[in-house]
Structure formats: C-alpha cells, structure tokens
Nanobody, 120 residues
Framework: QVQLIESGGGLVQAGGSLRLSCAAS????????MGWFRRAPGKEREFVARISSTGARTFYIDSVKGRFTISRDNAKNTVYMQMNSLKPEDTAVYYC?????????????WGQGTQVTVSS
C-alpha cells in the first residue's frame, strides 16, 4: 500500500515556475515508477510525465518537454516535478501516481491532487 500526498501548487504568472512534490508513505516507494498527471477544467485527465523506479528513465508529453523536469529522491520517498516557463494552458489539478511497471498505463495509487493556476 502506498499513500501519496502532493504539495507545491499555487497561483503563478505566465513564465513563472513552481515545484510540485509528492510524498509517499510505505517502504516500497523505491520499487514503483511514478507519474504526474493533470486535469484541466472541463477536460479529461492527461498524462504529463513519468520516471522509473531508479530515476534513470523519464518521459514527457511534447507540450511540457523542455519546460518540466521530473525527478525523485528515494531516500526521502518523494517525487518532484519542476515546472518552468509556465503557460496559462498548464492550469490544472496535478496528481502523482504510482505504478509497479514503468511504461504501464495502469497506475495503482493516486494522490489527492494539488491546484496549479497560471495567470496570463
């Protein structure tokens, strides 16, 4: 069982930066690949980025590539997403999730989400 708690969201102007954190409970965090997702108002949930259990592999959707960086610290049971050059279209509730298999679309555990609002 893994419990996930996101933090770091907020209101920022376009071009600004935020760093999201996702703290995990449980001793098995380092065995899970982690992903970040987002849900914008009126839209379906969207995959944003993922990182392998060791942090050696990462993947991003095209719209955030070069602006967002996913990372993890297994000693702290935490995954991060540094978001730079934010755009109004990045406004969404951001969720972290855990999956035992990197690249799998099925995620077993989800956080409650943190709101990111980018003003123009």
């Amino acid at each position: 069982q893994v419990q996930l708690i996101e933090s770091g969201g907020g209101l920022v102007q376009a071009g600004g930066s935020l760093r999201l954190s996702c703290a995990a409970s449980g001793r098995t965090f380092s065995s899970y690949a982690m992903g970040w997702f987002r849900r914008a108002p009126g839209k379906e949930r969207e995959f944003v980025a993922r990182i392998s259990s060791t942090g050696a592999r990462t993947f991003y959707i095209d719209s955030v590539k070069g602006r967002f960086t996913i990372s993890r610290d297994n000693a702290k049971n935490t995954v991060y997403m540094q978001m730079n050059s934010l755009k109004p279209e990045d406004t969404a509730v951001y969720y972290c999730a855990a999956t035992p298999f990197y690249g799998d679309s099925r995620y077993d555990y989800w956080g409650q989400g943190t709101q990111v609002t980018v003003s123009s």
